[in-house]
């Protein structure tokens, strides 16, 4: 019988995982990667120097390599080329063009509006447009107002305003995070519940059978837009959690996604409207897929290679006891990593540690996700003692650079 094949598109150090899941499952891997120094190569059975968002090199990598699947775990900017490549080929994917709709903030604002979810009010620009144009056009903007790129994921390139003081280098920050050069502005969500729901959702035809929502951790040195922490259980009450998971069902039947795992991000305002920031195509970032792995005993990661291949996965849910949650370890100065001092009473609650960096490695300042020095899962007991480590995790984690 001949070996099946499957090709993965991007080979960093949290998509690892999926590589050698990949191979456990006895599956032939190739994989697409630009960065040369992406840890992925070293461990498949073909790699490829090739950017994950170059349709045609991998439309013919994939065909030459007679693929029978093909997967972008985790990764915003492959996720569209791999929907292409898997349509062209008839492989299993979801249709390219709700994938477009979901990974391209404007697409996703138009069609939140069109479809009568909450919205706020925004406005798309191209990079070249003047200033001054621009502040005719949003005038009527309620601050605070929100720039960010239209084509980046982990809050990278956006800026939170609360007057025009530093409206242009808000612009500058977002371009330089986008490859479209589209931008968008937006007026910012009051929220009523205190934290934006993160996690990832699993889709299997067409219905959710896994909802992972989780509350966010944000963190408090100026920066408070990047990510640094999910925790489960979210806090959201019963009707909350129902207004939450109706409103996602509805975005995948009107999309007709059909399988994989999809990353959100969801403001509940004043009046518990549902307001959606990302619903992303492809498994979360910060190693999502293992905490709700942990979370529910299921292995969403092989559920991703295994939906990719059109071969329904096997989630028999069974919520563990106690609280998950991970933090996303970082430090806001440049420097070169020495170590990480975790304080004896927040020890015994860690029970994995990835850590990216080396010593002697150079680290740069937090200001997103791919600046991360790696992340720590613990499992509590109570809500308590994992609010507790939330309210302290400054103390009880130290990042010390030579």
């Given at each position: 019988?001949?070996?099946?094949?499957?090709?993965?598109?991007?080979?960093?150090?949290?998509?690892?995982?999926?590589?050698?899941?990949?191979?456990?499952?006895?599956?032939?891997?190739?994989?697409?990667?630009?960065?040369?120094?992406?840890?992925?190569?070293?461990?498949?059975?073909?790699?490829?120097?090739?950017?994950?968002?170059?349709?045609?090199?991998?439309?013919?990598?994939?065909?030459?390599?007679?693929?029978?699947?093909?997967?972008?775990?985790?990764?915003?900017?492959?996720?569209?080329?791999?929907?292409?490549?898997?349509?062209?080929?008839?492989?299993?994917?979801?249709?390219?063009?709700?994938?477009?709709?979901?990974?391209?903030?404007?697409?996703?604002?138009?069609?939140?509006?069109?479809?009568?979810?909450?919205?706020?009010?925004?406005?798309?620009?191209?990079?070249?447009?003047?200033?001054?144009?621009?502040?005719?056009?949003?005038?009527?903007?309620?601050?605070?107002?929100?720039?960010?790129?239209?084509?980046s994921s982990g809050s990278k390139g956006v800026t939170k305003l609360t007057n025009m003081k530093g409206f242009e280098r808000a612009i500058t920050h977002a371009i330089n995070y986008s490859r479209n050069k589209i931008l968008i502005v937006e007026e910012f969500i009051e929220r009523g519940f205190p934290d934006i729901i993160g996690g990832d959702v699993f889709v299997w035809n067409g219905k959710i059978v896994l909802y992972g929502e989780m509350s966010c951790l944000r963190d408090n040195s100026g920066r408070g837009l990047i990510p640094i922490g999910k925790k489960r259980p979210s806090g959201l009450n019963q009707l909350q959690t129902r207004r939450v998971r109706d409103e996602l069902q509805r975005i995948v039947s009107l999309l007709d996604i059909h399988f994989g795992e999809m990353n959100i991000e969801i403001i509940l305002d004043r009046n518990d409207n549902v307001h959606f920031l990302e619903?992303?195509?492809?498994?979360?970032?910060?190693?999502?897929?293992?905490?709700?792995?942990?979370?529910?005993?299921?292995?969403?990661?092989?559920?991703?290679?295994?939906?990719?291949?059109?071969?329904?996965?096997?989630?028999?849910?069974?919520?563990?006891?106690?609280?998950?949650?991970?933090?996303?370890?970082?430090?806001y100065e440049n420097g070169v990593f020495d170590t990480i001092k975790f304080s004896p009473e927040i020890e015994p609650f860690i029970y994995r540690k990835i850590i990216y960096k080396q010593v002697g490695d150079s680290v740069e300042a937090f200001d997103g996700a791919g600046k991360a020095l790696g992340i720590v899962f613990l499992h509590f007991d109570t809500v308590e003692q994992m609010d507790n480590f939330c309210q302290n995790k400054d103390k009880l984690v130290k990042v010390v650079l030579k």
């Open positions: 019988m001949d070996q099946k094949k499957i090709l993965l598109l991007g080979g960093s150090a949290q998509q690892l995982v999926a590589i050698r899941s990949a191979k456990r499952m006895g599956l032939y891997t190739v994989l697409c990667d630009y960065l040369p120094d992406n840890p992925g190569q070293y461990e498949v059975d073909k790699y490829y120097n090739t950017s994950t968002t170059d349709v045609e090199a991998i439309y013919e990598i994939a065909k030459n390599e007679q693929v029978d699947g093909v997967l972008a775990y985790a990764s915003d900017p492959a996720a569209l080329p791999a929907a292409i490549v898997a349509e062209r080929l008839n492989l299993p994917t979801n249709p390219s063009e709700s994938v477009a709709i979901l990974g391209v903030k404007h697409l996703f604002r138009d069609f939140l509006q069109k479809n009568g979810f909450a919205c706020p009010r925004y406005y798309t620009f191209s990079s070249n447009i003047e200033t001054e144009e621009l502040k005719v056009k949003i005038r009527d903007f309620a601050f605070p107002i929100i720039i960010k790129p239209t084509d619903l992303g195509p492809r498994a979360g970032g910060n190693m999502i897929p293992l905490q709700l792995s942990d979370a529910y005993g299921v292995d969403l990661v092989k559920a991703n290679v295994v939906a990719a291949m059109g071969i329904e996965p096997d989630l028999d849910l069974k919520e563990q006891p106690g609280c998950y949650m991970h933090y996303v370890l970082h430090c």
